[in-house]
């Protein structure tokens, strides 16, 4: 299993930016898929999740309206995109897959066995 995460980089506040996920290794459509981040001092957290069927998805309260998760069964990729971004959505954005076939998206690190080497994004008030 390999996942890449990119697309990150520096945005102004209230700027825009999309992470993709590249994934490889794995029968993509048969997982759910996450995006977690971390920022600098401070512990990871979830931000946006999605079904294997990509219909179904769940948000972080502090990302919800603003962020939007989705995935590319026939590309294998995963893409989150971020809108009206703040100083406060500054972290290194990781990209993760499901530790078991599971329906519905989930939340907790724990419910993932995958992990991306993660990308640096950074917003500038």
């Known amino acids: 299993v390999q996942l890449q995460a990119f697309g990150g980089g520096l945005v102004q506040a209230g700027g825009s930016l999309r992470l993709s996920c590249a994934a490889s290794g794995f029968a993509f459509s048969s997982y759910g898929m996450g995006w977690f981040r971390q920022a600098p001092g401070k512990e990871r957290e979830f931000v946006a999740a999605?079904?294997?069927?990509?219909?179904?998805?769940n948000y972080a309260n502090s990302v919800k309206g603003r962020f939007n998760i989705s995935s590319d069964n026939g590309k294998n990729t995963l893409t989150l995109k971020m809108n009206s971004l703040k100083p406060e959505d500054t972290a290194v954005y990781y990209c993760?897959?499901?530790?078991?076939?599971?329906?519905?998206?989930?939340?907790?690190?724990?419910?993932?066995?995958?992990w991306g080497q993660g990308t640096l994004v950074t917003v500038s008030s």
């Open positions: 999605i079904g294997r069927s990509g219909d179904t998805t």
């Open positions: 993760a897959r499901a530790l078991a076939p599971w329906g519905t998206p989930r939340t907790a690190e724990t419910m993932y066995a995958y």
